[in-house]
């Protein structure tokens, strides 16, 4: 049994009725992406959907190797509850705009999650995703989850590859604080559907009984 509730991010919202249906079904964040992607989403779009999130849904802004006029205009203009840094950006930079976050590692034989985690000692979690040399994220791929330490010191964010068929499995492997879902839960590229969401939620829950 789980003595915890696992948290879930939807990301790569670019619909106002997407992220209503994803805090309908209990999701507690969603991802802005604002870095190359079919998922990306301007200013103006991220600045109303993050205004349309009803209380106690958290928005998180997604970056990949941003300059840090981009990052500040983005704070400053969509005002997000975390940002999350999935590139190869520093320690430095990530902590530099006053604002707690995330830092993706992606993974694969070889890299030690624990001098990763030391490294960023002031992100608030760990977001783990699948390596691909093609792209950061959003690849739909997983990666093997008994790459993870059992002794991480940071909460898991899970992400990679999850959808409906495989998600309680990854809880119960893993025990993540939280698990993120992009195209697991879409229809198309940046469309979301409504059902999946609703079964990846229920996945989750059930993982956690």
């Known amino acids: 049994m789980n003595s915890q509730r696992t948290r879930v991010k939807i990301c790569g919202i670019t619909r106002v009725e997407d992220a209503l249906e994803a805090a309908k079904a209990g999701a507690d964040a969603i991802g802005l992406v604002f870095a190359p992607s079919p998922r990306r989403v301007d200013i103006p779009q991220a600045a109303m959907l993050r205004h349309a999130l009803p209380p106690f849904v958290a928005s998180v802004a997604l970056f ?54 030391a490294l960023y000692a002031d992100a608030r979690a760990l977001l783990l995703d699948a390596w691909s040399p093609d792209a950061h994220g959003g690849t739909g791929h997983r990666f093997d989850w008994g790459l993870i330490p059992a002794d991480l010191p940071k909460p898991v964010i899970l992400a990679g590859g999850l959808e409906a068929g495989n998600v309680g499995a990854a809880v119960a ?31 989750v829950r059930n993982a956690d009984v």
Request: with cysteine; hydrophobic share 45%; aromatic share 10%.
């Open 173 to 203: 492997q893993v025990r993540p604080w939280a698990v993120d879902v992009s195209s697991g839960v879409e229809a198309g590229k940046g469309i979301k559907d409504a059902a999946r969401i609703a079964a990846f939620m229920k996945e």
């Open 64 to 117: 990949v190797n941003p300059s840090r006029a981009a990052v500040e205009e983005v704070i400053a203009e969509v005002r997000p509850d975390w940002l999350q840094f999935h590139g190869e950006e520093t320690p430095e930079f990530c902590a530099a705009f006053d604002r707690p976050y995330f830092k993706a590692a992606r993974v694969r034989p070889g890299l030690n999650l624990l001098e990763y985690a």
